[in-house]
T-cell receptor, first 115, second 113 residues
């Protein structure tokens, strides 16, 4: 199959702290992974494209210094929300494609609450 | 870039009836069109997809149709069951691992027992 594991599933942090979210492709290698953000009752909005061994590509309006992405291996991409504020509270989801036969597989998401 | 529109935003059907959700896209280079089911607090789950070289694909109670000329595609769920209740998203992509998905706005489907 094509399994993407995301961790943690839920995290609560204090304002001003940083939070790291991990996205792993368990049974395939992913040169590219994608990070999405989803507000309640809304669609998924692409934040950035994570490229193994190179810098991430951020969508317009997404602060790269606030949402740090590291794709250090072919099976792991991390998203770090730095100096988190309550408005960063959201559902963050990663995805990757194994190949054309499997399509895009999504992680289970991370519910971030900043208090 | 790609713009995907989805209708309706909410849909209620009686158990056993059919449900149809429609999407349009703008980028003629898009060639991969998946549909996802998302339950509360979970990531999207792929339920069916279609590529631009076919016009229809069916998997048991679920089918997807694609009209590439008109740039629209639809999801059809027959014999709906309460467990089909969820939010459904359509998406479009250029179909390789390096190209991201563009999502529709979602349809909240409620199947009434």
């Amino acid at each position: 199959g094509a399994v993407v594991s995301q961790h943690p599933s839920r995290v609560i942090c204090k304002s001003g702290t940083s939070v790291k979210i991990e996205c792993r492709s368990l049974d395939f290698q992913a040169t590219t992974m994608f990070w999405y953000r989803q507000f309640p009752k809304q669609s998924l909005m692409l934040m950035a494209t994570s490229n193994e061994g190179s810098k991430a590509t951020y969508e317009q309006g997404v602060e790269k210094d606030k949402f740090l992405i590291n794709h250090a291996s072919l099976t792991l991409s991390t998203l770090t929300v730095t100096s988190a504020h309550p408005e960063d509270s959201s559902f963050y989801i990663c995805s990757a494609m194994r190949d054309r036969n499997y399509g895009y597989t999504f992680g289970s998401g991370t519910r971030l609450t900043v208090v | 870039g790609e713009n995907v529109e989805q209708h309706p935003s909410t849909l209620s059907v009686q158990e056993g009836d059919s449900a149809v959700i429609k999407c349009t896209y703008s980028d003629s280079a898009s060639n991969y069109f998946p549909w996802y089911k998302q339950e509360l607090g979970k990531g999207p789950q792929l339920i069916i997809d279609i590529r631009s070289n076919v016009g229809e694909k069916k998997d048991q109670r679920i089918a997807v149709t694609l009209n590439k000329t008109a740039k629209h595609f639809s999801l059809h769920i027959t014999e709906t069951q309460p467990e089909d209740s969820a939010v459904y998203f359509c998406a479009a992509s250029r179909g390789t691992g390096a190209n991201n998905l563009f999502f529709g706005t979602g349809t909240r489907l409620t199947v009434i027992p």
